[in-house]
Every structure is written in structure tokens, then in C-alpha cells.
């Protein structure tokens, strides 16, 4: 363990996606700490456009869900139509019914403004059920 960080962590892709630069960087921050390689996209198109580009290799998306041109849930339609298997988490100052956490189907939501252990709480629960791919 790395500051109470599982190391089961470390060298797994993200791809975070949101609208707000500062949002990006914290979440970047939060998980690079940890040995997670980071990928940023500002918009879902853009977001969709670099999760074809890197394909498989892509172990997590972290979405905001209301996000110009499209939403966090229309990416997440998009994405699964693309890989079927793709674990989201989706990040939103609205509150979201906890029925949304369902791992069996690779979704997780965490409200923010969220502290850096509830990030690495969910990123780990998704990354306890993947192996790494580096």
C-alpha cells in the first residue's frame, strides 16, 4: 500500500472526461499518485475520438454527466457500443440514486465535489475486478 492506495492500482488507463480543466487536473493528480497512466479529453466527442485511438487498452472512463455536445450518458451509450465492457464512473454535483453503483455492470458514481479517497475508493473497486494491462 502507497498512502493507504492499493498498488493494484498502478498501471492502469484512464480516460477522464470533463468540460472543466481544474476538474481534470485534480482527478489526474489524485490517481497519477497512485501509478494510474491518465488520458484527458474535455467533451465526450473528443472523449469518444481518443477511446478509439487507444481501443482495449483503456481500463477506466471517468465522466462528468452534463458536459457540452455531449453528455456523460451519451458517451457512455457511445463507449458500449465500442466495448460493451468498459467500466464508467460517472462524477456530477447532482445527486444520482445509488442504484447507479451497479459493478456487476461496470458503472460506479461518485458526487462532487469528492475527496481524493472516494476517487480511489471507486477507481479501485472497478480496477479489483480487471487485471492490469501494461
Not at 7 to 21: A, I, K, Q
Not at 34 to 63: K, P, Q, Y
Not at 80 to 86: A, E, F, G, K, T
Request: charged share 20%; glycine share 8%.
Amino acid at each position: 500500500m502507497i498512502d493507504g492506495t492499493p498498488r493494484s492500482m498502478s498501471g492502469h488507463l484512464v480516460l477522464v472526461v470533463d468540460d472543466d480543466p481544474r476538474i481534470r487536473a485534480y482527478i489526474r493528480k489524485v490517481l497519477e499518485r497512485t501509478g494510474v497512466h491518465v488520458l484527458e479529453a474535455g467533451d465526450g466527442v473528443a472523449a469518444l475520438e481518443t477511446f478509439r485511438s487507444w481501443g482495449d487498452r483503456i481500463d477506466l472512463v471517468i465522466t462528468d454527466i452534463r458536459m457540452p455536445r455531449m453528455t456523460g450518458t451519451e458517451l457512455a451509450i457511445a463507449l458500449r457500443s465500442v466495448n460493451p465492457n468498459v467500466p464508467l464512473i460517472f462524477a456530477s454535483g447532482e445527486s444520482l440514486p445509488p442504484r447507479i453503483n451497479d459493478l456487476a455492470d461496470g458503472f460506479f458514481f461518485i458526487e462532487k465535489p469528492f475527496a481524493p479517497a472516494v476517487l480511489l475508493h471507486a477507481a479501485g473497486q472497478i480496477f479489483h475486478r480487471i487485471p492490469v494491462a501494461c
